[in-house]
């Protein structure tokens, strides 16, 4: 058996740039994500036809059963062939599962998630310690399965696995923009596809207060508009994430971010009333009153309603970015701040979380918050979530916390999947650090923020790239390259859809909207144009709209449906690259640009009458100008190449400058193969010697 990670596995992995199911050495090629602690490969393959059967052995439970009834759907539903459970002689399954013994009856962090997956050409053995790892070895076994030349089939494969961080964590806020039960459900499966275990659901804002309280109905009352999660709802979220092997964290965000709340009970605030559903995005004022022994008789009795209704061992309190506006024109507040010794209102706010913490820890639980809760005399049992930078994780780590990491993993700036990818919670100041510190860095979490999500968009803003994140937190620390990253998120992406996540398929109903009736054409070139564009990135979107965003502004142009990468200026990049690399002496890449950039330079005319017709069209006729230009431009860099011809002293200038102009953000939208274009012409400058420029 091998341990650790198996080199020739990862190689294998690595090498998936080529297509075919098999490389050279007729090794299978696989598409697994997160890749495994360690792959050795077999020979041979097992058949999944209509006499595939699954049985099991050792430990069983209903969830277990449910599991495998799910598994066999879903192998049914990749694989069209009919397949149900069938009792009978376990020994001669095609699949047997064994799971030793049960997990824990509310899951726990740091629980035994390993398996251990055997297939041969005769039949497949997963075992697993606990449900969990059985859990995981099922989805490793549908991402094993694929379409060969004479049926599906899963390699002949050993797969002894078992993850880096016992916290891989996605958060919703399902507070700025309402977030269905069902659209949670789809990602809750997305998280069990790529073996993530936590589920933290961020639960109010100033924008919206989404859960019921009995004890405080005013709360959802005053503070959703009817946009709430009934407690029976929340349990059976719960229930719907314990089956998946996924803890669910519930935040609630005091003493800031809390103006929702205020609209029922105004008498917790720090400045007068009466509050409303705050509408905008931003940062505001409205913060508890932490001098008012009021608020903590609330938070207590609040507290006790949710530590039952949400059985994780974890509660967070939020406790980022108080502006202490009202707590600076309180001359209450500000006398108590004098009387305490309390310095000023970060003084105030670890006032606030020591007033807090023996609360929440009264009712059985340990206190997440956001870094800005990070206070050496806060006791040791709390988990600090870094998101302003990495090194509040070390520092955290350093004194004693346990942590985990968001920092680099907000899928809502718009990064590319490589960018996450390359953020590990281990580096930085944190790749310092003693043993014993380095432990209590417990994984990460990305972040979905809802400002400019809704039930149609918002899987696109999560998958496929969430899975990236996903396979840091998994996977061995040495699995890095972002080619085999992505060949295999791009994978998996085709496979999340067949979970019911509509990250791809919401794209062409969006466009389609956007369009109004079109000829084929029209929408041909619509499609071709949001395929190279993505939103601009980072907190820009606020800075270049026409009008200030609230919630209710309609999320229906193309910023909204395109995906936030586009897989199609990157594969056209890393054609522009292999073909400077070859010293623009390939042929076959040479005729790709060129078909590629000609189509480019046509699809303007195609799309102009779309854009008379339609207003959400017109948003984007600068850019689609654009895109022609910067066609026209790349096609004229490759003629003088190709050629061999140094182009006229100026003409690079020239185009550099028409470059910048495309470059700049319209409609909040940015053309993105301009940096690959931008290549071509200065390899073209360089006077056909491209070489040195690639
Ligand atoms: C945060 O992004 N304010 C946690």
């Given at each position: 058996m091998v341990s650790g990670p198996s080199m020739r596995g990862l190689c294998l992995l690595g090498a998936?740039?080529?297509?075919?199911?098999?490389n050279a050495q007729e090794q299978p090629l696989l598409y697994l994500m997160?890749?495994?602690?360690s792959v050795q490969i077999g020979t041979g393959r097992l058949l999944v036809d209509s006499k595939f059967s699954v049985a099991s052995t050792g430990y069983t439970e209903p969830r277990l059963d449910r599991a495998l009834e799910r598994f066999l759907l879903r192998l049914s539903r990749q694989t069209a062939i009919p397949l149900s459970r069938k009792t009978g002689n376990?020994?001669?399954?095609?699949l047997v599962i064994h799971t030793d013994h049960a997990s824990k009856e509310i899951q726990e962090l740091g629980e035994d998630e390993s398996y251990l997956l055997e297939v041969t050409a005769t039949g497949a053995k997963l075992s697993a310690v606990t449900p969990l790892g059985t859990l995981h070895g099922l989805e490793t076994f549908l991402q094993l399965v694929e379409v060969s030349p004479d049926g599906f089939a899963a390699p002949a494969v050993t797969i002894n696995d078992k993850p880096r961080f016992p916290w891989r964590g996605l958060m919703i806020d399902s507070a700025r923009h309402f977030v269905p039960l069902d659209v949670l459900k789809r990602n809750i499966d997305g998280l069990e596809a790529v073996k993530m275990n936590v589920f933290h659901w961020h639960l109010s804002e100033n924008q919206g207060f989404r859960v019921e309280s009995k004890k405080f109905p005013k709360l959802h009352e005053g503070g959703s508009d009817g946009l709430y999660y009934t407690q029976e709802e929340v349990h059976d979220l719960i229930e719907y994430a314990r089956e998946r092997g996924i803890r669910v964290v519930p935040e609630f965000d005091?003493?800031?971010?809390?103006t929702a709340w205020f609209?029922?009970?105004?008498?917790?605030?720090?400045?007068p009333g009466p509050y409303e559903i705050e509408r905008k995005w931003g940062v505001f004022d409205p913060a508890f009153d932490?001098?008012?022994e009021r608020t903590y008789k609330f938070l207590d009795q609040f507290i006790a309603e949710m530590a039952k209704l949400f059985p994780d061992h974890f509660f967070h309190v939020?406790?980022?970015?108080?502006?202490?506006k009202q707590w600076d024109t309180n001359a209450k507040i500000q006398e108590f701040i004098k009387a305490h010794g309390l310095k000023n209102n970060q003084g105030l706010q670890s006032y606030f979380n020591k007033r807090l913490e023996p609360i929440v820890s009264k009712h059985g639980k340990s206190m997440v918050g956001w870094?800005?809760?990070?206070?050496?005399?806060?006791?040791?049992d709390i988990v600090i979530q870094s998101?302003?930078?990495?090194?509040s994780l070390a520092a955290a780590a350093k004194q004693g916390f346990r942590g985990i990491l968001s920092n680099g993993y907000y899928?809502?700036?718009?990064?590319?999947a490589a960018r996450h990818y390359a953020?590990?919670?281990?580096?930085?100041?944190?790749?310092?650090?003693a043993p014993e510190e380095k432990a209590r860095i417990l994984g990460g979490e990305s972040c979905m923020w809802a400002?400019?999500?809704n039930p149609e968009n918002i899987d696109s803003r999560i998958w496929p790239r969430n899975a990236a994140i996903a396979e840091r937190l998994w996977s061995?620390?040495?699995?890095?390259?972002p080619a085999s990253m992505h060949t295999r998120m791009e994978a998996l992406a085709d496979r999340l859809e067949w979970l019911g996540l509509t990250h791809k398929s919401y794209h062409r109903q969006m466009l389609q909207r956007i369009a109004g009736p079109s000829t084929p054409e029209e929408f041909v070139a619509l499609t071709t144009l949001a395929s190279l564009v993505e939103p601009v990135k980072d907190y820009t979107r606020e800075e270049t709209a026409t009008a200030e965003p609230t919630s209710?502004?309609?999320?229906?142009?193309v910023v909204d449906a395109?995906?936030?990468?586009s897989a199609t200026a990157r594969h056209f990049a890393e054609l522009v690259g292999k073909f400077l690399a070859a010293s623009c002496h390939d042929p076959a890449a040479d005729a790709r640009l060129r078909a590629q950039l000609t189509a480019w330079r046509e699809n303007d005319a195609k799309l102009q009458p779309l854009a008379q017709r339609s207003f959400l069209v017109k948003e984007v006729s600068a850019t689609s100008r654009d895109l022609s230009t910067l066609a026209a431009v790349g096609l004229l860099a490759l003629d003088f190449v190709t050629k061999g011809q140094r182009p006229p002293e100026d003409w690079k200038a020239q185009q550099l400058a028409v470059l910048e102009q495309i470059q700049k953000p319209k409609?909040?939208?940015?053309?993105?193969?301009t940096p690959a274009i931008q290549k071509l012409v200065e390899a073209a400058s360089a006077g056909g010697t491209c070489s040195s420029s690639s």
């Open positions: 998936l740039m080529s297509s075919p199911l098999v997160p890749v495994p602690a376990s020994s001669k399954a095609s005091v003493p800031g971010h809390s609209v029922g009970y105004p008498e917790l605030a720090s400045g932490p001098t008012n939020g406790g980022d970015e108080v502006n202490g870094d800005e809760v990070l206070d050496p005399a806060l006791p040791k998101w302003r930078g990495p090194d899928l809502d700036l718009g990064w590319s953020v590990d919670p281990l580096s930085g100041a944190a790749a310092n650090l400002e400019y999500i061995p620390p040495e699995v890095t390259d209710a502004t309609p999320l229906n142009r395109v995906p936030l990468e409609g909040q939208l940015l053309l993105m193969p």
